[in-house]
């Protein structure tokens, strides 16, 4: 029902950047938020950043300062500016679609920063 395309992800020296990219289509009708998460080898899946309908943003206090999110809701899209990368930043980064009050995932994308 809904579709996404993630894009953005690779392989990034440590205090690098990388900028993530989440565009969905399909069936989208309430937009109540829309998030990334990532999962580390070994790790559970955790939230990074969220950013609901009125542009309130959140983010885990590992990123805090580091990363940003943003969204453009006219394309169904939103990004995840990520600076200073360190090497714990390496994951699957996932972007989520909470639309009308069921939760969407992303494909993921690797993102490997090496020290």
């Known amino acids: 029902q809904v579709q996404f395309v993630e894009s953005g992800g690779g392989l990034v020296q440590a205090r690098g950047s990388l900028r993530l990219s989440c565009v969905a289509s399909?069936?989208?009708?309430?937009?109540?938020?829309m998030s990334w998460h990532r999962q580390a080898p070994g790790k559970q899946r955790e939230l990074v950043a969220v950013i609901n309908a009125g542009d309130i943003t959140n983010y885990v206090d590992s990123v805090e300062g580091r990363f940003s999110i943003s969204r453009d809701s006219a394309k169904f899209a939103w990004y995840l500016q990520m600076n200073s990368l360190k090497s714990e930043d390496t994951a699957v980064y996932y972007c989520q679609l909470m639309n009308g009050g069921t939760r969407y995932w992303g494909q993921g994308t690797q993102v490997t920063v090496s020290s």
């Open positions: 399909g069936r989208i009708s309430v937009i109540n938020y």
